[in-house]
């Protein structure tokens, strides 16, 4: 397993995992999930039980039909000078009546490979790639949810990590 030189190589999922995660339950509809989504800015979330135990993850393109294929008919979110446009979360909610009915187990991504907070940033990058991922959930050892790790976390800890006096 190759190992990453200074610093960067003692980086583990806890130093770099944004801890106050926005999730999603199992047994909320779609369309509240959705909201969930909207409201935060995001692409995707963990979802957890009652009890915070981790069981899956919802995306965008496991709600909004061809969104992240392809063949979408649907373009892709635009990224504006200073905002990103919700342009498919608007479109959602009119071409799936479902969405107010179905729950988000229905249709949440599982299994989803998980981390623990001890996992080095190497292990997080690599389980990143080879399920090309845009982000990875961190557990507790008791299967609650720790945190997140997204592209951006890895990113900002390489870049952080590079501007530190040496």
């Not at 090309?132 to 800890?157: C, E, M, Q």
Request: net charge negative; charged share 20%.
């Amino acid at each position: 397993m190759a190992i990453l030189p200074g610093r960067l190589g003692t980086l583990t999922a806890r130093d770099v995992m944004t801890s106050q995660v926005i999730v999603v339950y199992e047994q909320d509809t779609l369309e509240s999930a959705l909201a969930t989504l909207k409201e935060h800015h995001i692409t995707g979330a963990p979802v957890v039980e009652d009890e915070n135990r981790f069981v899956g993850i919802l995306s965008i393109s496991d709600v909004i039909p061809g969104e992240g294929r392809a063949d979408s008919l649907v373009p892709p979110l635009v990224h504006g000078v200073d905002k990103v446009t919700w342009e498919l979360y608007d479109r959602a909610a009119p071409s799936d009546p479902q969405l107010s009915t179905d729950k988000v187990y229905s249709r949440m991504t599982q299994p989803v490979t998980s981390i623990t907070t001890n996992a080095s940033l190497v292990e997080a990058a690599r389980v990143m790639c080879d399920g090309h991922w845009h982000r990875v959930p961190v557990i507790n050892k008791d299967g609650s949810l720790a945190g997140i790790i997204s592209t951006l976390d890895v990113l900002a800890a390489l870049v952080n990590t590079a501007d530190e006096p040496g």
